[in-house]
């Protein structure tokens, strides 16, 4: 058997590898939206309780294409099932990168793998609980007199999936911050005299991803930078258990 072939052997066996964990997690996917497409329309109301609550009593949410109704709850069901199949699918990520990771790396990434699950949903509880009812609060409030607040369902779906995502995101600079330190390619020091651009730069990144209103903006940034102090303080960590352990191999 020539080298070339032994070579070949490896890498096909981690593409095969590769293809029956993807295959895993589009399994799992699916079968948690097969369990929650009966109650896609009951998951599409409790999403839709932030708003409801602040629309008028003439006002109700719409539908403007004639499939709305039926796609929006699904797409809604498919995202939802994506977000519960979370922990297998890191832990399929995790399953296929652990045999070529040295012990102290497993010892570190599996950790923040596990955070950064609990991050995200934590900046999408955050959202839910915290964000919607003010934004939409103050949105309904500031219509025109005259004008009646309705909704259409899509609409409303990209909107909250969006403040979703950035405000999943969002709560994951603690994760990145470690990274970049654990890496090598910043300090903690450094990080700490970057401060004041960090400050300004989470507003700025709060302007883009939010409404256009003070409130949704400051609670999108201030959570920002005060997960990065968190990042700053946890990284001080991983670096000095980084360095005992790299003094232990030597």
């Known amino acids: 058997m020539t080298d070339e072939s032994l070579e070949e052997q490896p890498f096909i066996s981690h593409l095969v ?8 997690i589009v399994l799992c996917v699916l079968l948690v939206f097969l369990a ?28 403007i294409d004639v499939a709305s109704p039926f796609f929006a709850p699904f797409k809604l069901a ?16 995790w399953a296929f990168i652990a045999p070529g990771l040295y012990s102290h790396e497993k010892r570190l990434i599996l950790p923040l793998m596990v955070g950064s699950t609990v991050l995200f949903f934590a900046g999408v509880a955050f959202a839910y609980y915290v964000v919607f009812p003010l934004v939409f609060g103050f949105l309904t409030a500031a219509a025109p007199q005259g004008v009646t607040v309705m909704t259409d369902i899509s609409k409303y779906l990209d909107f909250v999936l969006t ?13 990145f ?21 960090v400050i300004v730069g989470a507003f700025v990144i709060g302007m883009f991803l939010t409404p256009p209103d003070a ?23 991983f670096v000095k258990k980084r360095g005992s352990e790299m003094e232990e191999t030597l």
Do not use: C
Request: proline letters at 6%; glycine letters at 4%.
């Open 17 to 24: 590898e590769l293809r029956n964990r993807l295959l895993k």
């Open 215 to 237: 409130i949704s903006q400051t609670l999108l940034a201030v959570p920002i930078w005060l997960l990065f102090e968190m990042g700053l303080l946890f990284s001080r960590f």
């Open 78 to 93: 498919l995202v939802a099932s994506i977000f519960v199949s979370m922990p297998v699918i890191l832990y399929q990520f």
């Open 36 to 63: 929650a497409a009966p109650f896609a329309n009951e998951i599409y109301h409790f999403l839709s309780g932030p708003l409801l609550k602040h629309l008028p009593d003439n006002s109700t949410m719409i539908a």
């Open 163 to 175: 403040l979703f995502f950035a405000f999943g995101m969002a709560f994951e600079v603690p994760i």
């Open 177 to 197: 911050t470690i990274l970049l330190v654990w890496s090598g390619i910043t300090t903690t020091q450094s990080l700490s005299e970057k401060r004041p651009y």
